[in-house]
């Protein structure tokens, strides 16, 4: 294998998978791991699969072509497109849904291949990504009983994705609610109730969040054991996932200040250098093209990344204590967003161990 390498630390995934499961049992809640940010790495699943999962998250489908042999449902997370029904009815179990149209299209694929497709509708409650609006919610349901070849597993809300509104009582409850009225006035049970996604944790690990809900859609908690709005790191869980290793593949002693008329940059953008004298270079095998650099930080605080560009990145390693040479290895820490351009890049090789 070769670099860059984005490598997943079996050990402490495991006891991630495992705190946030213990975490959301406790309350009766059953946790989606969603791994869609690895852009679909086989042994990762295996190892979500290992540490207690039971459905498994993600938001495009082909990622679930690869793991039609693992013993798990699978969740897409992306409401469907019409133009993806056949593959996810065939390599998924369960959708999330907020179109009458792509229903139909699922109900009438699934019918044809002799299957029952579950879709949970997702309810709009004011972060406006996906999802019906409240008052619609009887007509669609009323729309979807009539339909053959797909079942109203459950209602769900997405929140804190795109306006940032957080999980709450009133939120939260409005969901409750609105299921609870669904099942009296069309005399169904509604199995899955899903209150959202990391985000959503502070809730339970503070005991406040609704009893009813009885499902949450996992990804940065167990990756990273935090959330973005829960600024603490959720207890017992391991920071040290995921760290990205690159190649030394230049090694020198220059000056510090671009020497020259300056111009643009290759980025457009005009580069402010402080001339601090002669420092040690270092540049590593990759750039912009795999990830943006301010979600990479080294682990060694003694370097320091000066900038980048598509191809290259070049850190400062002039207090950096231990030896480097050529063609060794820099670790660095990687944010969600990192992890998300890292995922899908075919230049990044990806190893669980
Ligand atoms: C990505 C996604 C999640 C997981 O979000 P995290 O904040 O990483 O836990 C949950 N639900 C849906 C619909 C998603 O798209």
Do not use: W
């Not at 829960?230 to 207890?235: A, D, F, L, S, V």
């Amino acid at each position: 294998m070769g670099y860059p390498k984005l490598v997943v630390n079996k050990e402490n995934l495991i006891k991630n998978v495992k705190e946030i499961i213990r975490i959301c049992n406790a309350e009766e809640i059953e946790v989606c791991g969603v791994t869609k940010c690895y852009g679909g790495i086989l042994d990762v699943e295996k190892v979500y699969i290992e540490g207690g999962i039971k459905t498994i998250g993600h938001a495009r489908v082909d990622n679930f072509k690869e793991m039609k042999n693992l013993d798990v449902k699978k969740l897409l997370l992306r409401i469907p497109s019409i133009s993806e029904v056949e593959d996810v009815i065939e390599y998924t179990d369960i959708s999330l849904n907020s179109e009458i149209k792509t229903i139909r299209e699922l109900s009438k694929t699934a019918i044809s291949k002799g299957v029952v497709h579950d879709i949970i509708l997702m309810v709009d409650l004011g972060d406006l990504r996906e999802g019906i609006l409240k008052n619609d919610l009887d007509e669609y349901v009323k729309n979807i009983l009539l339909l053959k070849g797909v079942n109203l597993k459950g209602i769900g809300v997405n929140l804190t994705c795109f306006g940032g509104v957080i999980p709450t009582d009133e939120n939260l409850g409005e969901l409750v609610e609105l299921s609870e009225r669904v099942e009296k006035d069309f005399s169904i049970k509604l199995d899955i109730i899903s209150g959202g996604n990391s985000s959503s944790i502070y809730k339970v690990l503070d005991g406040t969040i609704n009893k009813k809900i009885n499902s949450l859609r996992i990804g940065e908690g167990i990756i990273f054991g935090t959330e973005a709005s829960y600024k603490q790191r959720i207890p017992n869980t391991s920071a040290e996932v995921l760290s990205l290793e690159l190649e030394v593949i230049e090694l020198k002693e220059k000056g510090s200040m671009p020497k020259g008329e300056i111009g643009l940059s290759a980025f457009g953008e005009t580069v402010n250098y402080k001339d601090i004298g002669k420092i040690k270079r270092c540049i590593v095998k990759c750039g912009r093209q795999d990830i943006d650099l301010e979600d990479l930080k080294p682990m060694d605080e003694n370097i320091k990344i000066i900038g980048g560009s598509s191809d290259h990145t070049i850190l400062d390693v002039s207090n950096y204590k231990k030896n480097l040479e050529i063609g060794g290895i820099i670790k660095f820490r990687i944010t969600y967003k990192g992890l998300l351009a890292l995922g899908t890049s075919k230049y990044v090789f990806k190893e669980v161990k």
